[in-house]
């Protein structure tokens, strides 16, 4: 799951990366409460790359003109993706703009650092000047250095791009990034360095171990305000197993309405009302995962609780027992998450359920809310669509 500008950012600070002074605006009203002083830059917050060249950054010198600048920024597509956020941060004077990365290379079954004297929007002196150092071994500070070597650095600039390698790593490591990438590593006249823009890219089946990113990847990846193209709602009893449905969604390219995480062993099924305020949602994906006869009776509850005259229940029997994800964070249980938009509307209720208990009696207990029995979440998925 790729974060925003803004998101990576603020993991770069909790390692000590240096990042300019900035503001996320979700609207252009916020323009007019911002605590930076002018000028600043405008950055339309997409996962897209070329965001310059396709005017979605903008240099603004005061109030009036950032409110006008924010207005073409929402309205313009990058790559066909509209900017929920947009990223005020002050302005940084770089005389020299250097590249850094460290990316996981499947092939070589190690992380890979990466790095350019010549960083910036122009890609082909990029990798012209691209240099790279795999970690072969348990990393120490002199894989940073190597790679600021072979990049040509020196003298204090050398030690300061160091760290930053260092730092970076640190994080790459501890939350367990895909990628993690900073361009253009800003240098002042001082031979300062300073995080101008930053990518990062979580594992995605590593999200259950690091509940403190959840709240990053909802905010990255689901759309907080349902339109036509969010048909879909889900209800889960894990986080993990949320996001893997999530997934699945994106990956066909469909939007997310919202969902509910319940507690399986004391759900609040309250909460379930929201989902029928959600705007042109027209199936409410419940998906389940749990032993015994407690994940039967909950879904039963919950297509109960919502009313749907005809469900259909999706029953994964437990053969691909490795596949399935892991239990929430224990911080999470007796908590109910809610995502999502007001607006009445009454949704078709799909409900796939994963459990070892054998599949006959799994028919039998779920025959009152009608059953039809399928074992795969990408074929529940795709009814759902």
Same mark, same amino acid.
């Given at each position: 799951?790729?974060?925003?500008?803004?998101?990576?950012?603020?993991?770069?600070?909790?390692?000590? !990366?240096? !990042?300019?002074?900035?503001?996320?605006?979700?609207?252009?009203?916020?323009?007019?409460?911002?605590?930076?002083?002018?000028?600043?830059?405008?950055?339309?917050?997409?996962?897209?790359?070329?965001?310059?060249?396709?005017?979605?950054?903008?240099?603004?010198? *005061?109030?009036?003109?950032?409110?006008?600048?924010?207005?073409?920024?929402?309205?313009?597509?990058?790559?066909?993706?509209?900017?929920?956020?947009?990223?005020?941060?002050?302005?940084?004077?770089?005389?020299?703009?250097?590249?850094?990365?460290?990316?996981?290379?499947?092939?070589?079954?190690? $992380?890979?650092?990466?790095?350019?004297?010549?960083?910036?929007?122009?890609?082909?002196?990029?990798?012209?000047?691209?240099?790279?150092?795999? %970690?072969?071994?348990?990393?120490?500070?002199?894989?940073?250095?190597?790679?600021?070597?072979?990049?040509?650095?020196?003298?204090?600039?050398?030690?300061?791009?160091?760290?930053?390698?260092?730092?970076?790593?640190?994080?790459?490591?501890?939350?367990?990034?895909? !990628?993690?990438?900073?361009?253009?590593?800003?240098?002042?006249?001082? +031979?300062?360095?300073?995080?101008?823009? +930053?990518?990062?890219?979580? *594992?995605?089946?590593?999200?259950?171990?690091?509940?403190?990113?959840? $709240?990053?990847?909802?905010?990255?990846?689901?759309?907080?305000?349902?339109?036509? *193209?969010?048909?879909?709602?889900?209800?889960?009893?894990?986080?993990?197993?949320?996001?893997?449905?999530?997934?699945?969604?994106?990956?066909?390219?469909?939007?997310?309405?919202?969902?509910?995480?319940?507690?399986?062993?004391?759900?609040?099924?309250?909460?379930?009302?929201?989902?029928?305020?959600? $705007?042109?949602?027209?199936?409410?994906?419940?998906?389940?995962? +749990?032993?015994?006869?407690?994940?039967?009776?909950?879904?039963?509850?919950?297509?109960?609780?919502?009313?749907?005259?005809?469900?259909?229940?999706?029953?994964?029997?437990?053969?691909?027992?490795?596949?399935? $994800?892991?239990?929430?964070?224990?911080?999470?249980?007796?908590?109910?998450?809610?995502?999502?938009?007001?607006?009445? !509307?009454?949704?078709?209720?799909?409900?796939?359920?994963?459990?070892?208990?054998?599949?006959?009696?799994?028919?039998?207990?779920?025959?009152?809310?009608? %059953?039809?029995?399928?074992?795969?979440?990408?074929?529940?998925?795709?009814?759902?669509?």
């Amino acid at each position: 799951m790729d974060l925003l500008e803004y998101q990576a950012k603020e993991l770069f600070q909790e390692v000590g !990366i240096p !990042i300019l002074p900035s503001q996320p605006i979700h609207d252009t009203s916020e323009l007019k409460r911002l605590n930076i002083p002018y000028p600043v830059v405008l950055k339309s917050q997409v996962r897209s790359g070329g965001r310059g060249k396709a005017g979605g950054i903008k240099f603004v010198a *005061n109030t009036i003109d950032a409110i006008a600048a924010s207005h073409a920024i929402f309205s313009l597509a990058i790559s066909g993706e509209y900017p929920e956020v947009i990223l005020a941060e002050a302005r940084y004077n770089a005389q020299q703009e250097v590249f850094l990365a460290i990316v996981l290379d499947y092939q070589r079954q190690r $992380p890979v650092l990466l790095g350019s004297s010549r960083g910036g929007m122009n890609v082909e002196n990029l990798l012209a000047s691209l240099q790279q150092v795999p %970690v072969d071994e348990e990393f120490s500070p002199f894989y940073a250095r190597r790679l600021a070597t072979k990049m040509g650095l020196t003298g204090s600039l050398l030690q300061s791009v160091s760290g930053i390698i260092e730092k970076m790593y640190s994080l790459f490591v501890s939350k367990d990034l895909d !990628i993690i990438e900073i361009n253009p590593l800003g240098v002042n006249e001082q +031979g300062e360095v300073m995080a101008l823009d +930053g990518k990062i890219a979580v *594992n995605d089946y590593a999200i259950d171990r690091h509940p403190e990113l959840i $709240p990053l990847t909802l905010n990255c990846e689901l759309p907080y305000r349902a339109d036509a *193209n969010a048909p879909v709602a889900i209800v889960s009893n894990q986080l993990g197993l949320a996001l893997s449905t999530w997934d699945l969604i994106h990956q066909k390219k469909s939007r997310l309405a919202g969902w509910i995480v319940l507690d399986e062993i004391n759900p609040e099924l309250n909460p379930l009302d929201y989902l029928k305020t959600l $705007p042109d949602l027209k199936t409410i994906l419940v998906n389940l995962s +749990g032993n015994g006869e407690s994940v039967e009776s909950l879904a039963i509850k919950i297509v109960e609780y919502l009313g749907n005259p005809a469900p259909t229940v999706f029953i994964d029997r437990g053969q691909n027992r490795d596949m399935r $994800p892991t239990r929430a964070n224990p911080s999470t249980q007796g908590r109910t998450a809610i995502y999502g938009t007001e607006k009445k !509307i009454s949704p078709k209720i799909i409900v796939r359920l994963m459990s070892d208990r054998p599949l006959e009696q799994i028919q039998t207990r779920l025959s009152a809310v009608n %059953v039809e029995v399928l074992e795969s979440l990408e074929q529940a998925v795709k009814l759902a669509l």
